[in-house]
């Protein structure tokens, strides 16, 4: 076992408190900010771990770190924006229960990551992963020519993740921001659409099976749990930004469905006990962990909002002032007939709109479009649009479904 925790490696996991300068920004953009960097950070945490991508590991730990700051910009803005008062407890309390679920999920990335750097590396890689991911995948890039970012997101439907040029890296480049020849690229899509880029660069890569029996149905089960992990992040900042009681339930029914899931993952894995090698086991075994426990923290984000009944009617507004509304709306839909998912998300766009996620009789799924799915009468949509096509989209949704 090779372990890259060098000294000064491990001070970079136990970092002493930082004073947080005050910024003049919007806490919608903070929220923004934390919201994008952690959804980016599983992702690659992810991925760091399967292709053993020990130099994105360390960077991912800076992104903790940035996470951090902007956590801490957001309850120095709360307390100044609401002072020493009744209001600013309130307020203060509300911004306590949002910084320690997010910094949770900060620290369960960072410990994935940690899982990677101590040398507990399984004999599994990320070939394994591209040939069982049913959603999207991460990939990585060498820049052959200079290009703006929104040159290659345009031609193919891929986030950016991050962006390495020599010392210097950017996590979430914008749209214009200039990629110099020889950076390297993560990037995350579909999996065709990534397949397909790869193909394109004449990048090679290699789909690969798992070899000892049942731990594919392992590998599956954790891809799936990772996916899930993903949405359940954003759902749960959807129920925070638009106070959607109905949207906290189905965040609720996840954090069961994916109880379930863990649980029958880990009996699959005790069944091949003695058949892996301990480090497979133990890394398996970790990410689980880590993955629950963001899961955890995202529902505890879905539930802050059920805070309200327990608030003074006087300060209930703060709800929507501590987390400031975004410009989109969220909306479940139970259908009442079959529908052609794709037709669907092809008139939602129009519109800024998409399908996050579908909820049938079996099971909750992640990304409905990766997958050839039949969607009947009782299933559900959960869907995201532009809030200045309110009308357009609910008039839509009214005939489609």
Not at 4 to 25: A, G, N, Q, S
């Amino acid at each position: 076992m090779l372990s890259w925790l060098t000294p000064d490696i491990h001070r970079k996991f136990h970092i002493k408190p930082t004073v947080i300068k005050y910024k003049p920004d919007s806490v919608r953009n903070i929220l923004d900010q934390i919201w994008k960097l952690t959804n980016v950070s599983i992702d690659l945490a992810f991925y760091a771990y399967f292709s053993r991508d020990n130099e994105l590991a360390l960077k991912i730990l800076d992104l903790d770190k940035r996470v951090t700051e902007y956590i801490g910009q957001f309850i120095v803005h709360n307390a100044m924006a609401y002072g020493r008062s009744k209001e600013g407890g309130y307020a203060g309390l509300l911004s306590f229960y949002y910084g320690s679920a997010m910094d949770m999920i900060s620290d369960s990335v960072k410990d994935m990551v940690y899982t990677l750097l101590v040398g507990y590396t399984p004999r599994l890689n990320y070939n394994q992963v591209l040939t069982y991911a049913e959603g999207e995948v991460v990939a990585k890039l060498k820049a052959d020519k200079e290009f703006d970012v929104i040159e290659l997101t345009d031609k193919y439907p891929v986030d950016v993740l991050l962006v390495v040029e020599n010392e210097k890296y950017k996590f979430s480049p914008e749209p214009r921001d200039r990629v110099k020849k020889n950076s390297t690229i993560y990037v995350r899509g579909f999996k065709e659409i990534v397949l397909r880029l790869l193909s394109d660069l004449s990048i090679e890569f290699k789909l690969e099976d798992v070899e000892t029996r049942g731990l594919d149905r392992v590998l599956r089960n954790l891809i799936d749990i990772k996916d899930c992990t993903v949405l359940m992040l954003d759902l749960a900042h959807y129920v925070l930004m638009e106070f959607s009681r109905e949207l906290m339930e189905e965040v609720e029914d996840l954090e069961v469905q994916m109880d379930w899931m863990h649980m029958e993952t880990i009996n699959l894995l005790n069944n091949l006990a003695g058949k892996i090698d301990p480090s497979t086991f133990i890394g398996i075994i970790t990410i689980l962990k880590e993955l629950e426990d963001i899961a955890d923290a995202s529902n505890t984000i879905s539930r802050i909002p059920s805070l309200e009944e327990e608030f003074p009617e006087e300060y209930k507004i703060l709800f929507s002032r501590v987390f400031e509304s975004i410009d989109e709306k969220v909306k479940t839909i139970t259908l009442s007939k079959p529908i052609d998912l794709h037709n669907l998300d092809h008139y939602l766009r129009k519109y800024g709109g998409q399908v996050l996620a579908v909820k049938t009789k079996e099971s909750w799924i992640a990304y409905p479009f990766a997958r050839e799915i039949s969607l009947n009468p009782g299933d559900k949509l959960i869907v995201v649009y532009q809030e200045e096509f309110a009308d357009e989209v609910e008039k839509l949704l009214g005939s489609k479904t």
